[in-house]
């Protein structure tokens, strides 16, 4: 089964306004960054390669809060969404 | 919110942080618990095994009325490889009693379920609110800071309860950074399947289930452990990696699950099912050793903020309950003298110590580095387990004698015999 399709079933409450609540402190870090685990790690495919600006971009929409980016890597920024948006599980 | 002053209050309203609050408002404490999900349950995930004893005083008569799956009465354990399993198991029709020994649940009904009982108690629950950081004053916590405009929340204690990440237990400078040799992720999915078609492929009626754990490699050789629950009409499916095995061996969690889904012996279990749901959380297995500052002037923290998971028998929703219910019992003891410094606090660790809470983590607490060091342990043995009962029980022309022989040196050649015993020797030490 895809990870897209797998995505589509988790409720989610995407917020439009506050924008992402992952961040990458200093993106010239993963540029030179070996093991880019971020790209494969995160179970929800969160962090990509954007070809055209060159950098690490960020999915937050897609984020369930688990914590991995910010274990696995010091250059995570990462907080919590603010209260009431991000994943809503259904059966949990 | 900061007009009032709060008796106490809970920063996540999960399994510790519900108990605290029940405890307490049954005692007729002033209580507020604040969760940032949308519901209680919203951001909440575990394998879904949950263990009744720890209710006793929390809320009578349980199960009754909670939304529980359905009552394990057969455990099995294999160690896997690719496309095997050696296993044992162990079903008991003294768990077909009541009371139950343990339920399957969906912590997103569960934890719902559990916050009512909560509001039925008198405790107050604000959702869809983030808790930001302490308020200090002369180094002491006298309440919560929230996402809130004039979100101030003032108590005369707080209870963190705010799982694995505990940012507020980080900001409290209570604890060090996560280490990635000591924390799992576990990806899960929920496949739907029909009642009977579970019932017909575990060999269970009603509201019987079995559980399934799995240790070994069954992807790219990094030790996994893996889990299948029976819901009531789904089953739960799960597998989970220490994040510094996944970054050593490139594991991407959903390609994990989806090579679990494949194994020769689970496929056929959750055949014809369909995927309801896809879920990732961590689970802090560092123990005893990675436990943070448990109490401070104003403070306590429970359940996985303060690493109470017992991984080797994958228990910690009821380490959790137990932990709220003493932080809210040593809450209602220093209210008595009105002293909430760490030192009348500090009776918490005492109370955690006399209990199963401490005295399980601290029996394994050498387990988590003892595993760290000595991966063969997890990922050699299984494999040789599933080589060794393959010869023995393939049936070719060749003697006994000469299978045994053949599997010895292969076991002295993987690992060695000096170490096959240091190896005993150790996790005869651990977990003896």
């Known amino acids: 089964m895809r990870l897209e399709d797998k995505l589509y079933l988790i409720g989610f409450k995407v917020d439009e306004v506050g924008g992402s609540h992952l961040a990458i402190k200093d993106k010239s870090v993963c540029l030179a960054c070996e093991m880019k685990q971020c790209l494969y790690i995160c179970p929800c495919g969160v962090y990509e390669i954007d070809e055209i600006k060159n950098e690490v971009s960020i999915n937050y929409d897609a984020c369930v809060e688990c914590g991995t980016c910010r274990v696995s890597c010091d250059e995570i920024d990462w907080h919590y969404p603010r209260g009431g948006f991000g994943v809503a599980y259904k059966f949990g | ?432």
Not at chain 2, 189 to 212: A, C, H, M, P, W
Not at chain 2, 302 to 307: E, L, N, P, S
Request: proline share 3%; glycine share 10%; net charge neutral.
């Open chain 2, 1 to 432: 919110m900061s007009d009032i002053k709060y008796d106490v209050a809970i920063v996540g309203a999960g399994p510790a942080g519900l108990s605290a609050a029940i405890v307490l408002a049954k005692a007729g404490v002033n209580v507020i618990v604040v969760e940032r999900g949308r519901f209680p349950g919203a951001k909440n995930v575990m394998g879904g095994v949950f263990y009744t004893d720890c209710m006793k005083g929390i809320v009578e008569e349980f199960p009754n009325g909670a939304p529980v799956e359905r009552h394990i009465i057969e455990q099995r354990m294999w160690m896997i490889d690719d496309e095997s399993y050696v296993g044992f198991g162990h079903k008991n029709a003294k768990f077909d009693k009541e009371p139950y020994n343990c339920h399957t649940v969906l912590r997103a009904q569960f934890d719902k379920w559990l916050a009512k009982q909560a509001t039925d108690a008198g405790a107050l629950i604000v959702n869809k609110t983030v808790v930001t950081e302490p308020i200090m004053e002369d180094g002491k916590v006298v309440g919560i800071k929230t996402g809130r405009p004039e979100g101030d929340i003032k108590a005369n204690c707080v209870i963190v309860a705010d799982g694995v990440n505990s940012l507020m237990a980080k900001s409290l400078g209570f604890r060090a950074k996560l280490k990635k040799e000591s924390v799992a992720l576990a990806v899960k999915e929920i496949i739907g399947l029909d009642e009977k078609v579970i019932n017909d492929r575990f060999n269970v009626t009603g509201s019987q289930g079995v559980t399934i754990e799995m240790t070994g490699s069954l992807f790219k050789g990094a030790e996994a452990m893996a889990f299948l629950y029976t819901n009531k009409k789904s089953v739960s499916l799960g597998v989970g990696m220490i994040i510094e095995d996944m970054m050593k061996h490139n594991i991407n969690p959903n390609e994990l699950i989806e090579s679990l889904k494949k194994h020769p012996a689970i496929s056929p279990l959750i055949a014809g099912g369909e995927t309801k749901e896809y879920l990732a959380h961590m689970i802090p297995e560092g123990g005893y050793n990675d436990m943070p500052q448990l109490v401070g002037d104003g403070v306590m923290i429970t359940g996985d903020a303060a690493t109470m998971v017992n991984a080797v028998h994958r228990e910690g929703s009821n380490l959790a309950i137990t932990s709220g219910k003493l932080a809210a019992q040593t809450y209602l003891e220093a209210a008595e003298e009105g002293d909430f410094s760490s030192a009348a606090l500090s009776s918490y660790i005492d109370k955690l110590q006399e209990s199963f809470v401490m005295s399980d983590l601290k029996k394994y607490k050498a387990l988590p580095k003892l595993l760290q060091k000595n991966r063969q342990l997890l990922d050699k043995y299984p494999k040789l387990m599933n080589d060794a009962a393959f010869e023995l029980l393939t049936v070719d022309g060749i003697s006994k004698q000469e299978k045994q022989k053949h599997i010895w040196k292969n076991m002295k050649q993987q690992i060695g015999f000096t170490n096959m015993l240091k190896d005993l020797y150790k996790i005869w030490r651990s977990v003896g």
